[in-house]
T-cell receptor, first 120, second 108 residues
Framework: DAGVIQSPRHEVTEMGQEVTLRCKPI?????LFWYRQTMMRGLELLIY????????DSGMPEDRFSAKMPNASFSTLKIQPSEPRDSAVYFC??????????????????FGPGTRLTVL | GIQVEQSPPDLILQEGANSTLRCNFS?????LQWFHQNPWGQLINLFY???GTKQNGRLSATTVATERYSLLYISSSQTTDSGVYFC??????????FGTGTRLQVFP
């Protein structure tokens, strides 16, 4: 398997522009996660889906952020309008979820390479 | 929510040395994972270890869930082990809470 695929790998945009980040999870995985990593806040979960349904979006910073998962092999994270404070590395991860505590370790999360977003 | 503390925050080693990284968590967990973030930013899952001991080559991990800690052992460290090591936990949810990490630098 190719692993989790994210695009673009780097994005530089100007404040106020719309940004769309894309993710293709590992085939067969049923959970997908969007994380953001910054020096100040570390790694924080923004939202996660199970079987294409959003389960917890409490980490989404504000209404400017939205995420969709139209099918099992694709998800997007959109920021509109973007602001300089949104600059960060955004990771997508996927897992075969047993809703935690899976005895065979099926909840292992596999991360994509990340998208480095810079908002000027 | 669950609090995760990792120690030490920074670790500098010479190649060949052994090290132990610690992860303390404040509440019961049934999901604990160790990750390595290499200098290029890639996050690699090392272990899924909610309890017990596992080994993978020069790396091993032990989690004592009743005492709320996990240890990651790195033996005969190599320069390629450099990076940041994260511990992440959860309880009855897929939502992992990450620690702040241990930054490891291995010099030749």
């Amino acid at each position: 398997d190719a692993g989790v695929i994210q695009s673009p790998r780097h994005e530089v945009t100007e404040m106020g522009q719309e940004v769309t980040l894309r993710c293709k999870p590992i085939s067969g995985h049923n959970s997908l996660f969007w994380y953001r990593q910054t020096m100040m806040r570390g790694l924080e979960l923004l939202i996660y889906f199970n079987n294409n349904v959003p389960i917890d979006d409490s980490g989404m910073p504000e209404d400017r952020f939205s995420a969709k998962m139209p099918n099992a092999s694709f998800s997007t994270l959109k920021i509109q309008p973007s602001e300089p404070r949104d600059s960060a590395v955004y990771f997508c991860a996927s897992s075969l979820s047993g809703l935690a505590g899976g005895p065979s370790g099926t909840d292992t999360q596999y991360f994509g390479p990340g998208t480095r977003l810079t908002v000027l | 929510g669950i609090q995760v503390e990792q120690s030490p925050p920074d670790l500098i080693l010479q190649e060949g040395a052994n090290s132990t990284l610690r992860c303390n968590f404040s509440d019961s967990v049934n999901n604990l994972q160790w990750f390595h973030q290499n200098p290029w930013g890639q996050l690699i899952n090392l272990f899924y270890i909610p309890s017990g001991t596992k080994q993978n080559g020069r790396l091993s991990a032990t989690t004592v869930a009743t005492e709320r800690y996990s240890l990651l052992y790195i033996s005969s460290s190599q320069t390629t082990d450099s990076g940041v090591y994260f511990c992440a936990v959860s309880y009855n949810t897929d939502k992992l809470i990450f620690g702040t990490g241990t930054r490891l630098q291995v010099f030749p």
